[in-house]
């Protein structure tokens, strides 16, 4: 779902920060194949206020980047994923894209961008996505095997995609047989199935803006081939909305923001586990945090490390970070 800077401040330059959004084109860059993409990145602080500080909550700080580049098309990062078998990330624009990373790090800190590739989704007739962002919203992603799985707002659908042929998803998407229409039906336009996460035996699916009659988020989970979904709410309180959300062990990690004109733009990472969801990270200024949408869990030499990216809305106001921490107890 779209945020434009102007969030990331509060008051200041609203007024003249918001004129600027309100003219850029809601369109995507028109695909031009699949190629590699020279990525710069600048080396960001976790506080920007005290140098020393290296923790929030469960969350150790190791390493962040802001991403840039002059491809057009990179941007937009809504989704993320880990691949051990990439030794790299997967992640989705919400313009219809797809983008490997491959980090570069010190030890275990986070320092830059070794490779990265971009590619044009197609739909299921294999060709492009194209132009049109109400078909081309992408926000969520998840990997399963050889197949990568990813969700749309505005048009609410989940397609398949093989990682098989290229280890990308750059062929046909698939319609997955048992997707929860009726519950992709009750879902506001820009406000849908954010969060994805594959669950060991099932698939589910976290709304961004749907609430239950309780007042928790609008979840369902459901097996891919057969079967009725299951309802099921996720207790993240108002003005958190989630936007991802990764299986790790017999837990679940969602990842929400939050934006106030008073406050500014923040984070929150919560488990769930259950039925129960437990607070255990929140990013606000003077920590760096923008709008952040996609999460993904590295397992190495028996430590569990975090990135989160930020979604820049192909903004010049906006940035895409990413970011790297430990959870620790």
Known sequence: MSMTRWLVYPLGAAMLVGAACAILPDTMPAATGDRDVDIRTAPIPFDEEDAARTRTGRLLWRGGIELSADD???GGLSGLRWRTDREGFLAITDQGHWVSLTPRESGVTLTGIAAARIGALAGLDGTPLGTD????DTEGV????DTAFVTFERSHRIWSYDLGATGWPGGAASEVVNAPTAWFAG??????????AWTGDRML?????GRTEDGNADGIRFALSHGPGQPEGFAIAPPFKPTDAVAIGDSLLILARSYSPLQGVAARL?????????LL???RPPLSVDNMEGIAVRRQRGRTFIYIVSDDNFSPLQRTLLMKFELVE
Do not use: T
């Open 187 to 196: 879902q506001a336009d820009n406000g849908g199935a954010e969060a994805i």
């Open 270 to 278: 919560y488990e769930s586990r259950g039925g129960k969801e437990v």
């Open 281 to 283: 990270a929140e990013l």
């Open 205 to 209: 699916l976290i709304s961004e803006d």
């Open 72 to 74: 057009a098309r990179f």
């Open 133 to 136: 962002k109400a078909l081309a």
């Open 142 to 145: 998840e990997v399963v095997g």
